[in-house]
């Protein structure tokens, strides 16, 4: 079942009256941070909140690599991946990481004012990325490099982790965790899967998961259905919704073409 919410006080309450109402395990939609705040309201210690990082906590500062411009960009986009893809990794790996030095900035400026309270109600929180980790030519760690970017920003995952005995690598080549930061090339659900394994003593009744693309929750919902866990997605599209400057999107375009050479 696919709910749609949008809306402050009102219809925040009935948006969690509602869902109240509709089983273990759901997906709602949202830009508000008011109705995640509400779907939170019941995170105690036995609750693990998971947030997915591109597009959800942090997006490129970048307006060309911003996320509602890309249906109008897509061709460029597309044209750089097919060319890059005929490079020697060496050369890949120069050019991602150009991009990865691309500042970035909040989605929401009052989200890590929520992560802190629901961490402050010893609710655990944890970030859940599909995105690779280690060296990427002259970066020398993308783990460290989105952790110091989100601590400048405000949010500290590592907070809600201080005692946990758990590896670095506790998958395989794959899967890092790290200061309270999953990194995964991996399917999210199968990182997550094995990250609970990893934690036995941690008997989490419920999952709140934020992430902005549909398929990545549901395969979450799908994991949380089998563990017999309680489970709220949410798919969280503020990218979309927020207010910004207006844009040139052939300039946009010739921009891009700048920062993919
Ligand atoms: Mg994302």
Redesign the pocket.
């Known amino acids: 079942m696919r709910i749609f919410y949008r809306g402050r006080l009102f219809i925040r309450l009935i948006a969690t009256l509602f869902f109240v109402g509709c089983g273990n395990q759901q997906i709602v939609e949202t830009d508000d941070l008011e109705v995640i705040k509400s779907l939170c309201d019941g995170a105690d210690s036995q609750t693990l909140v998971i947030f997915?990082?591109?597009?959800?906590l942090t997006e490129s500062m970048e307006r060309a690599f911003q996320a509602d411009l890309y249906p109008q960009v897509k061709d460029v986009v597309d044209k750089f991946r097919k060319r890059m893809k005929k490079l020697p990794l060496s050369e890949q790996e120069k050019l991602w990481a150009g991009q990865w030095e691309i500042p970035v900035c909040l989605v929401d400026e009052s989200m890590p004012k929520l992560i802190e309270s629901l961490q402050n109600r010893n609710v655990k929180v944890l970030m859940l990325t599909a995105n690779p980790h280690g060296k990427i030519s002259n970066i020398n760690s993308i783990e460290q490099l989105c952790d110091s970017r989100l601590r400048a920003l405000g949010i500290n995952f590592e907070k809600s982790w201080p005692s946990v005995d758990i590896k670095h690598n506790f998958d395989n080549e794959l899967t890092i965790f790290y200061k309270g930061e999953i990194f995964t090339l991996e399917s999210k659900e199968i990182a997550l899967k094995k990250f609970l394994e990893c934690l036995p003593k941690h008997k989490f009744r419920k999952i709140i998961f934020l992430?902005?693309?549909r398929r990545n929750l549901e395969k979450v919902k799908n994991l949380a259905e089998k563990l017999k866990k309680v489970f709220i997605g949410i798919e969280y599209y503020r990218v979309f919704t927020k207010k910004r400057p207006k844009t040139d999107i052939f300039l946009i375009k010739k921009r891009l073409q700048q920062l993919m050479n």
């Open positions: 997915d990082m591109d597009n959800v992430d902005d693309k």
